[in-house]
């Protein structure tokens, strides 16, 4: 099931960004150097939840990044001035989450998900009883993550 | 002497200034709308009521009123009723469609939204 959300917010984020910020992000894989991604990034993460995991999406942005994704957003709209940079996260987690809800929806795994959250923040690891499931992106050659985190519900 | 023809006006009500100013951007470039926009319920009821716009683009998830509960008081209120009113948002299930149906949404726009989708729907509802 983990591969099924994975492909799916992956596919809902690239068609996402390719719509508000005019290029579609490079997928790579889920292996990238950790130390390249501090922990003061810019984080938009939604929480998801149904009757067998909860977990979160979260998109983890440097900070070059996220500017590169402004910039081409405000340089092809005849608007003035600097917007929030947690403002446009926001949306681009609001974007991935609820584009890919659709598509599990057709695959059968349905699940609430809450409004976007966004700070500043860093990876998530592992635990014993949390799945965490990285995918490095790139855009305009900048890096971000998608970091998908799930832990299955117990029951009696 | 012919009068001068009034641009449409819409409102747009979403919390996300990205997406106002991508909507702002296209309408008043590509469509030749005027817009006003709020970035929440409350302030958007004030404005629908204060401007009168000939139709209202609205998000779902913002904080305080949801889209669904806006939906509802526009179309309960005799004054603001006959504005059509199209949910734009990122919510794409099935259940969030009928959801907006069953408030009194004229119209229903998965976002990202595609420009020449938007003025199709805005046109056809003018």
Redesign the interface.
């Known amino acids: 099931m983990e591969a099924i959300l994975k492909e799916a917010f992956k596919n809902s984020l690239i068609?996402?960004l390719e719509?508000?910020g005019g290029t579609a992000p490079v997928s790579g894989t889920d292996i990238f150097d950790s130390s390249a991604v501090p922990d003061s990034c810019y984080v938009g993460t939604i929480g998801i939840e149904n009757e067998d995991f909860t977990g979160s999406v979260s998109l983890i942005f440097l900070d070059e990044t996220i500017n590169s994704i402004h910039d081409n957003?405000?340089n092809r709209?005849?608007?003035a001035g600097k917007?929030?940079m947690e403002?446009?996260i926001?949306?681009i987690v609001?974007?991935t989450?609820?584009?890919a809800?659709?598509d599990l929806?057709q695959a059968g795994i349905?699940f609430k998900m809450t409004?976007p959250r966004t700070g500043r923040g860093g990876l998530h690891y592992e635990t014993e009883d949390i799945s965490v499931l990285h995918n490095a992106f790139h855009y305009s050659d900048k890096l971000f993550i998608m970091e998908i985190c799930t832990r299955k519900t117990e029951r009696e | 002497m012919n009068m001068p023809v009034v641009a449409p006006k819409i409102l747009i009500i979403d919390d996300?200034?990205?997406?106002t100013?991508?909507l702002?951007?296209a309408l008043?470039?590509q469509g030749n709308f005027r817009v006003v926009s709020a970035p929440d319920g409350a302030s958007g009821l004030a404005i629908a009521e204060t401007e009168r716009p000939d139709l209202i683009l609205l998000d779902i998830?913002m904080?305080g009123l949801s889209g669904y509960e806006i939906c509802r008081i526009i179309k309960n209120d005799e004054k603001l009723r006959h504005i059509p009113i199209v949910i734009i948002?990122?919510?794409?299930?099935?259940e969030d469609k009928e959801k907006a149906f069953i408030a009194g949404a004229d119209g229903y726009l998965?976002?990202?939204i595609?420009i020449d989708n938007l003025l199709t729907k805005v046109n056809n509802l003018l």
């Open positions: 068609r996402a719509a508000v957003i405000y709209l005849k608007v917007r929030r403002d446009i926001g949306e609001n974007l989450v609820g584009g809800r659709k929806e349905k409004p | 996300s200034q990205m997406l100013d991508m702002k951007d008043t470039t998830s904080p948002s990122a919510l794409s299930a099935d998965v976002k990202p595609h």
